[in-house]
């Protein structure tokens, strides 16, 4: 197996599934806060979104998915096809987070109701 195929094979899973962890922690804060506080409609969850995207750092999540794309594409052979399919399915969860992403800061930013 060629070696950096390999380096980028694993940086890029790594780039594209780390970022999960404080996604799925800022859901579960954005929903126990609506169970807890009674709250509906969509600005309750991408306030809590939005505050773990702020934790975590817009930029540097963007960077990270945008490099394990590029990462994970040029990981795809024919030659290992399980490989590829791996590959395939990281970059639409990374595809998914950045439009996540996108979404609930644009809800949070342009839709804010003073």
Same mark, same amino acid.
């Given at each position: 197996?060629?070696?950096? !195929?390999?380096?980028?094979?694993?940086?890029?899973?790594?780039?594209? @599934?780390?970022?999960?962890?404080?996604?799925?922690?800022?859901?579960?804060?954005?929903?126990? &806060?609506?169970?807890?506080?009674?709250?509906? &409609?969509?600005?309750?969850?991408?306030?809590?979104?939005?505050?773990?995207?702020? $934790?975590?750092?817009?930029?540097?999540?963007?960077?990270?998915?945008?490099?394990?794309?590029?990462? $994970?594409?040029?990981?795809?052979?024919?030659?290992?096809?399980?490989?590829? =399919? !791996?590959?395939?399915?990281?970059?639409?969860?990374?595809?998914?987070?950045?439009?996540?992403?996108?979404?609930? =800061? @644009?809800?949070? @930013?342009?839709?804010?109701?003073?």
């Amino acid at each position: 197996m060629n070696a950096p !195929v390999t380096r980028r094979f694993v940086g890029g899973l790594l780039l594209a @599934w780390v970022p999960w962890i404080p996604t799925l922690i800022g859901l579960g804060y954005a929903f126990r &806060g609506i169970s807890g506080q009674k709250g509906t &409609g969509v600005g309750v969850v991408a306030g809590g979104v939005a505050e773990s995207l702020v $934790l975590w750092g817009l930029l540097s999540m963007i960077a990270c998915q945008l490099v394990a794309i590029i990462w $994970l594409v040029r990981s795809i052979s024919r030659e290992h096809l399980m490989r590829s =399919v !791996v590959s395939v399915a990281s970059v639409c969860a990374s595809a998914v987070i950045l439009l996540l992403m996108g979404l609930f =800061v @644009w809800l949070a @930013w342009f839709h804010r109701q003073f």
